[in-house]
């Protein structure tokens, strides 16, 4: 089964800042690599799909990068409804699996 | 847009049976290129798969949970449903219904992604 790593599991910043989160799978999933945004009770939304690809309605300064096994989220400038857990889940094969989360907090 | 409803109870006891259905509108669970799928959030473990059902009823689990869980999915009332059998403490979690888009890459294969989710409905097992 592919494991995924995302790091840091937390994060503290203010609004305008530029935010990177990380994600290591245990073995290649090409581009097979996607990110969800989640907030309590709320549906969680799919951000970046195939690693790079902004889902429709998703805004611009949300952008995803990497191949094989490393991959990184980036928040251009952070927006006060930006503060959310965010995960990493491979697409590649079964079980799907899902990063451990990166909670991104207000600094 | 399809829009996902889960309903159940939020309280189960222990060893018994944790039943779920998934309402889907503005789209049908017999048509397009996706799964019907089931993931929960569990304070200590984060998202966690569960499995899905295809419109075929042809299914996939979770291995962690293959031997207590059962998907199936009502094409007439347009929902599907999540049983799990003997369930304990560590089965008390958020659990969200959730669409799983199948994308088909050419020459490359097929990647899956869950592009529609309901809001989450909170069980807890005591």
């Known amino acids: 089964d592919i494991q995924l790593t995302q790091s840091p599991g937390s994060v503290s910043a203010s609004v305008g800042d530029r935010v990177t989160i990380a994600c290591r799978a245990s073995q290649d999933v090409s581009s097979w690599l996607a990110w969800y945004q989640l907030k309590p009770g709320k549906a969680p939304k799919l951000l970046i799909y195939g690693a790079s690809n902004l889902q429709d309605g998703v805004p611009s300064r949300f952008s995803g990068s990497g191949s094989g096994t490393d991959f990184t989220l980036t928040i251009s400038s952070l927006q006060p409804e930006d503060f959310a857990t965010y995960y990493c889940q491979q697409a590649k094969s079964f079980p799907i699996a899902f990063g451990q989360g990166t909670r991104l907090e207000i600094k | 847009q399809a829009q996902l409803q889960e309903s159940g109870p939020g309280l189960v006891k222990p060893s018994e049976t944790l039943s779920l259905t998934c309402s889907v509108a503005?789209?049908?669970?017999?048509?397009?290129?996706?799964?019907w799928s089931w993931i929960r959030q569990t304070p200590g473990k984060g998202l966690e798969w569960i499995g899905y059902v295809f419109h075929t009823g042809s299914t996939n689990y979770n291995p962690s949970l293959k031997s207590r869980l059962t998907l199936s999915l009502d094409t007439s009332k347009n929902r599907f449903s999540l049983t799990l059998t003997s369930v304990t403490a560590a089965d008390t979690a958020v659990y969200y219904c959730?669409?799983?888009?199948?994308?088909?890459?050419?020459?490359?294969?097929?990647?899956?992604?869950?592009?529609?989710w309901g809001k989450g409905t909170t069980v807890t097992v005591s």
């Open positions: 503005g789209g049908s669970v017999s048509s397009g290129p996706y799964y």
């Open positions: 959730a669409r799983l888009w199948v994308v088909v890459v050419p020459a490359a294969g097929v990647a899956y992604y869950t592009d529609v």
